[in-house]
């Protein structure tokens, strides 16, 4: 059994470092892990990454690294190939983790497998997630192209790490999880809202923008109506907040119009704010959303509506009525 832990041991200490990478630059991680042999770096790679240097492959993931750098150059073709690669990058780091682990016993080779997707996909989650929120809220963030040399130097350095000192790569990766781990939360509810505004936007195209009436509520949004007496014209939407008083920084939930009182409900109803209690002073129209700018206290808060849902004229009406035109 020992001997066994032995063979197993080294290729298991490369798994989250290559994981992480994975998931920040998937196709740098394995532009790199496909040259390495051929420069004379590594000649040997471990388990069966060496199948990453084959012509067909380095040409594919080459074009691909390409690709991904231009997307990335501005915020919409940013979030279309992001949101693509919610699948794609738990599935590679799956398939990294495969590699490397080839030869091994099958329980542990999936289970690598599976750890790695995770780890994957919660970089991807995570390094999106936070661009996503510097988007929606307005702000100038560091320039594209900085932050993308940025994360190939760092995608780079890991991998290297990994190859050279594979224990201290284990500790570099788990310092990074730690770290990151506070922060997460809130980026991955901002990138799984950018998916759904990406799905919202594809749907727009078949159907028509509008509020969802009590029917179509999910249950917990009904439940959370159940005690309370509401107006006419009841009907909501799915939603985002952002920097709403009383509310985590960004977070998700429905708007609900309970007669003339606006509310956002969140945490599967527990919680709701009252917005007829904040001042609107504007919708800002985008290609992926609708955002209300709310005055909350000395600062600014934001509603975000995906473009299948309520239209600009809509929430106008809805939060500004008459008084701006």
Known sequence: MTGGLEVVAPELLLLPAFALAAGVDLYLTLLFLGVAPALGWWPELPGALGDLGSAGVLIIVGSFYVAEFLAER?????????????????????????????????????????????????????????????????RIGPNPLLVSVLEDVAVVGLVVLALDHPIASLVVSATLLVVTLRAAPTRVRAFIFAVQMALGRAWRAVGRARWRDPSEFPGWVSDALADHVVGGGLRGSPAAAMRL???PRFTTGWVVVRGDTPAFLYARGRRSVDLGRYRASGVTESGFYHRVDLTAGDGQAFLFFGVDGPSRESLRAEFLGSSIP
């Open 74 to 138: 501005a915020a919409t073709p940013a979030l279309i190939w992001n949101a693509f690669h919610a699948i794609i990058r738990p599935l590679s780091g799956g398939l990294v983790a495969m590699l490397l682990l080839d030869g091994q016993p099958a329980g542990v080779l999936l289970g690598g497998a599976a750890v790695a997707g995770l780890l994957a996909a919660g970089a991807h989650a995570t390094a999106t997630g936070n661009s996503t929120l510097l988007w929606l809220g307005g």
């Open 245 to 247: 008083p009383s509310a």
